[in-house]
C-alpha cells in the first residue's frame, strides 16, 4: 500500500544503505577515536554510533541533492552527521534518571547505564558542542551557509526546540492534555530539529527562500507524522526501546485510539509530500525515501 | 602591590564597570523573556544573570578593542554574551546533584535547587545551544570570523574542553594525583575557555597568526593562574559558592600549601603579561584590568 498519489517510477533514487553507511564512516571519524581509557569519548561514540534509523542525516543530504547541490568536498556529509550527533546528544538525555530514565536505547542499555549519569551528561554536552564544530569545519561550504546552518541548529536544539519538546514532555506528558498540547509539544521534539535538517539542506544547496518555507513545512508534517509512528509503535518490542514507555502518558493514541492517528498520521504525510515536490524539483530521491520508509513502518502497526 | 613591572599611566583604560553593565544589558536581551510560566528560561536567565565577575566576557571585548577593533554594530557586545552563557551553562553542570551536588553559586541557591536537575540540565542544553546561535547572529562581523569562532567556542566546551575538565575533576579530584595532572585538569576547566574568549576577540579583530599564538599563551597562563586563585580562595567565605568545597580535594593548594602557590600564581601572571603585551600593541587595556583584577583579589588572600 502507498500513501503518495504520483510518482515517477523510471527514477532510480539514491540508495539509502548506501548513504547511511557513508554517514556512519563518516561519523566515526568526527568522533573522538577509540581509547578505552577516556570513558566520555567511547560514551559519544556509543551514543552516536550505536545502530539507528539515520533518518534526520540521510533526510538532510537527500534534499539537499533533489535540490540539485552535488558533495564534492564532503561538507554536506558532515552537515548530516552534526544534526546526527544533536540527535544522538538529545536522546542521552531523554534515558537519564531524572528524565525519562529509561533502560533501554537502540536496543543496548542506555548511556547512563553503561557509563554512569555524570559521564552521560558530559557526553552529550559534547556531543552537542562537537556539532556545532563540525558545521564550522565542513569543507567546501561557504562561511555564510555555515553560519545559517549554525543558527538554525542553534534555534532546534534550545527553548524552542527539543529544550522546550523535552521539559513539556516531563512536566505535561503525565496530566490530561488537549490534542492541540500534544501536538505542541511533538513539534518542538521532533519536528524543530527536522526544520533544521531541510534549512541545513536548503542553505547548502543555495535554495531561495520560497522552497525553503516549503522545506519548513514539510518538516512540520514529517515531524508530525514521525512522532505519530513513534506513539503507534510503543508498545512493540522491537523499537529498540523501553517498550510501553508511554502507557499512562497522555499520547493521541491513548487520547484518539490508534485507528484515528493512523489517519492524522497519512494526512500528515500526504502534506508533507505535497510541501516537498513543490520544493524540490531536481529529484524524487526524498519523496521516494520518506514513502518508502514510512510504508513499511505502517505495515507492522496496521 | 603590583605584580606588573611595565605599564604607561598615561593611559586610561576601559572601564570595566561600564563594560560589565553593557554585558549584562545585553545579555538579558540575548536571554529568553521573564515569563513565569516558562521555567527553563527562568533557569537560563538566573544562570547566567546571578551577579558574576564577568571576566571572560570583559576580556573578550578589552583584547579585541586593545587589538584595534572597534565594536559599531554590537556583534563583539555578542560574542562577549556567547562566552559568558557557556560559561554560566558550565556552572549550572558543575554543581547538579550528579557532579559537585552544590548548594551554593553566585551567593545564590544553585539553579538546581531553585528550579530541580531535570530544568537545571535543560537551561545549560539551552544555553550552551544558545550561545552558538548568538555567535552566528552577531551584527558586524564576517561569516568567516563567526565560523572561526564557533569552532574555537565549539573545542574549547567539548572532550577537549570543559567537558574534559569537569570529567578529571570528578574521577581524579578525590585521589591523590601529580601536581602535573592537577595542572592538565585547570587547563581543561579554565584556561580551554579563556583561549576560546582570546580567538574570538583576535578573528573578530583580524588579528595576525602570530598574535593568536600569543593570545592563546596568555590565555594558557591566565587558566592557571586563575584556578590557582580559585584554589586559595577556597575557605574563604565571600566567593558565593560552597566553601570548603576543595577539602578532601588533591589541589595544588592542599598539596604545596598557600605560599608555593601564590610564586606560581605571580609566575604565571608574568607570563601572562608578557605574551600579552607582544600580541597587542594598540592598547593596553587588557593588561591593566588583569593586573588591577588580580592585586585585588590577592590582597584578600595574602
Known amino acids: 500500500m502507498t500513501i503518495f498519489a504520483e510518482r515517477d517510477p523510471t527514477l532510480i533514487p539514491s540508495d539509502p544503505l548506501m548513504l547511511l553507511a557513508d554517514i556512519e564512516r563518516r561519523l566515526d571519524r568526527l568522533l573522538p577515536a577509540e581509547n578505552e581509557r577516556d570513558c566520555v569519548g567511547l560514551a559519544m561514540r556509543e551514543g552516536a554510533l550505536a545502530p539507528g534509523k539515520r533518518i534526520r542525516p540521510v533526510l538532510l543530504i537527500m534534499a539537499a541533492q533533489d535540490l ?27 534515558d537519564i534518571p531524572c528524565m525519562d530514565d529509561a533502560e533501554l536505547r537502540r536496543g543496548r542499555p542506555t548511556i547512563h547505564r553503561q557509563f554512569g549519569e555524570p559521564v552521560a551528561i558530559l557526553a552529550a554536552v559534547a556531543l552537542l558542542s562537537r556539532a556545532f564544530g563540525v558545521i564550522a569545519q565542513a569543507d567546501g561550504i561557504s562561511s555564510q551557509a ?35 498540547a500534544i501536538q505542541l509539544t511533538n513539534h518542538y521534539k521532533t519536528s524543530a530539529l527536522f526544520s533544521a535538517a531541510m534549512q541545513m539542506a536548503a542553505v547548502v544547496a543555495g535554495a531561495p527562500l520560497e522552497s525553503r518555507e516549503k522545506l519548513h513545512r514539510f518538516a512540520l508534517d514529517l ?42 498520521l497519512r494526512d500528515h504525510l500526504q502534506r508533507a509530500d505535497r510541501q516537498l515536490a513543490s520544493a524540490c524539483d531536481s529529484g524524487y530521491a526524498t519523496r521516494h525515501f520518506v514513502q518508502a520508509w514510512f510504508d513499511k513502518k505502517l505495515a507492522t502497526v496496521s
Open 223 to 264: 515531524g508530525q507524522a514521525f512522532q505519530l509512528l513513534d506513539d503507534l509503535c510503543d508498545g512493540l518490542n522491537d523499537t529498540g526501546k523501553d517498550a510501553h514507555q508511554d502507557a499512562g502518558k497522555s499520547t493521541l493514541v491513548n487520547m484518539l485510539g490508534s485507528k484515528v492517528v493512523e489517519k492524522r
Open 68 to 94: 540539485g547541490y552535488r558533495d564534492d568536498a564532503g561538507g554536506l556529509l558532515d552537515f548530516a552527521c552534526a544534526i546526527e550527533m544533536v540527535h544522538a546528544a538529545s536522546l542521552i538525555l531523554d
Open 146 to 180: 555555515k553560519t545559517q546552518a549554525v543558527a538554525e541548529l542553534s534555534h532546534a536544539v534550545g527553548i524552542q526546540g527539543l529544550v522546550q519538546g523535552q521539559f513539556r514532555d516531563l512536566t505535561e506528558g503525565g496530566q490530561p492534555r488537549s490534542a492541540d
